[in-house]
């Protein structure tokens, strides 16, 4: 059964940090790997997808990584302002039927 | 394109009542999914449908939880009859061919 781990739990920086987020499952027999952002009472956006063929992915000041022989993913966030406040999930689509296990999140705080 | 649509976007009900969610997917996207959230348990799958056709749904807590998708725009999550403990976030989401998903605004159900 897959298990997905978000370390830390949550995360407290000054603005203009760098920072990263951490995303780790038990069966590396996964299809891809996403990484949203949720915003107190919202719904989630979509950050980044990575298939399970990719190694990383960027958009913008985000970088995700993928290493499933390892079963990790982290989330790099570059020069972190005080609107990337918000919970940070990871979600693994497994290969057996596709479905999806979210992990409960790293909720971050940027200080201005 | 207006993304994942939900309604209603509140609902508050007694316990015992009929509960029906609504969700309009984005035209061209050929999977759908439906999630509950809640700060106990976190994000969790519920059912997901692949062409209309439902895949998986060993996430529907209990007989009282159904769900249908009669065509490739339209699904409904229903809930008779309702408890309290369901009360929660129910999400919709849909993907691409990628299963990249995209999440509506979600409807938050309060049981009294």
């Known amino acids: 059964k897959q298990e997905v781990t978000q370390i830390p739990a949550a995360l407290s920086v000054p603005e203009g940090e760098n920072l990263v987020l951490n995303c780790s499952f038990t069966d590396s027999a996964i299809y891809n790997l996403q990484w949203f952002r949720q915003d107190p009472g919202k719904g989630l956006t979509s950050l980044l997808l990575?298939?399970?063929?990719?190694r990383e992915q960027t958009s913008g000041r985000l970088n995700a990584s993928l290493d499933k022989s390892s079963g990790r993913s982290t989330l790099y966030i570059a020069a972190s302002q005080p609107g990337d406040s918000a919970t940070y999930l990871c979600a693994v689509m497994g290969t057996g039927g596709f479905k999806t296990i979210f992990g409960a999140g790293t909720r971050l705080f940027v200080k201005a | 394109d207006a993304g994942v649509i939900q309604s209603p976007r509140h609902e508050v009900t007694e316990m015992g009542q009929e509960v029906t969610l609504r969700c309009k997917p984005i035209?061209?996207?050929?999977?759908l999914f439906w999630y509950r959230q809640t700060m106990m348990r976190g994000l969790e799958l519920l059912i997901y449908f692949n062409n209309n056709v439902p895949i998986d749904d060993s996430g529907m807590p209990e007989d009282r939880f159904s769900a249908k998708m009669p065509n490739a725009s339209f699904s409904t999550l229903k809930i008779q009859p309702s408890e309290p403990r369901d009360s929660a976030v129910y999400f919709c989401?849909?993907?691409?061919?990628?299963?990249?998903?995209?999440f509506g605004p979600g409807t938050r159900l309060t049981v009294t």
């Open positions: 990575i298939q399970s063929s990719q």
């Open positions: 989401a849909s993907s691409t061919a990628t299963y990249e998903q995209y």
């Open positions: 035209s061209g996207h050929n999977s």
